[in-house]
């Protein structure tokens, strides 16, 4: 079944209905299907290198259960709803959200530097990347930081279990490997794991913004 079949069948309410009912029992249950935790990993030399002797040479397409990331999505807009309406996510987190792009970040980031202006200021950008964030999150500082936050114990236990027992197995033109366990961070190719990764970096930015103002 591909995407585009899906979408004909959730355009029955009935069967959108059902969906939602699987979302909401995954939650009441505190639990992740197995099935769905398991991925199909796509390995895709990168183009016109000059050698493939370093694991940076390839891109790696991750393939999970298309039913099961429809799932991700509903529990991924209630969460971030709640998120949001809370003010868990401090103001200037922009990626990983929906509705937010890289014009919101221009933006913000235009009315920092004419603000500083306004105050005769010479500004300045730091910018860096986090490599391999994703999966380098730890699962027990994620759930302490979503109990710290607010959230019921049953959201806190489902993404407990939904972050472990997740395997891949990895094809390569006609080689497969054997399955492998990839308990580590959040799910790479999963429409869930921008949101919990950003909730995961939302104290950090507080911390820092009080540290600025002291």
Request: glycine share 4%.
């Amino acid at each position: 079944m591909t995407w585009s079949h899906l979408k004909i069948i959730l355009e029955d309410d009935e069967c959108l209905n059902i969906i939602i009912h699987i979302a909401n029992t995954c939650i009441k249950l505190e639990y992740w299907p197995l099935h769905f935790k398991r991925s199909t990993t796509i390995v895709i030399p990168k183009l016109n290198k000059k050698s493939y002797d370093s694991p940076k040479l390839f891109r790696l397409i991750i393939l999970l259960n298309i039913v099961g990331k429809l799932i991700e999505k509903v529990i991924g807009e209630r969460l971030q709803f709640n998120m949001t309406s809370n003010n868990f996510i401090h103001p200037s987190q922009l990626g990983g959200l929906k509705f937010k792009s890289t014009i919101n970040a221009g933006v913000a980031l235009t009315h920092i530097i004419r603000a500083g202006w306004t105050k005769n200021m010479s500004m300045s950008t730091l910018t860096f990347d986090i490599s391999q964030f994703f999966p380098s999150l730890n699962h027990e500082l994620l759930t302490l930081i979503m109990k710290k936050v607010g959230f019921n114990n049953q959201v806190v236990l489902f993404f407990a279990n939904y972050l472990v027992d997740r395997k891949t197995n990895y094809y390569w033109n006609s080689f497969m490997s054997p399955i492998f366990n990839v308990n580590v961070g959040v799910g790479q190719g999963s429409v869930l794991s921008p949101i919990p990764s950003t909730l995961y970096l939302s104290p950090f930015i507080y911390i820092l913004e009080n540290c600025l103002k002291t």
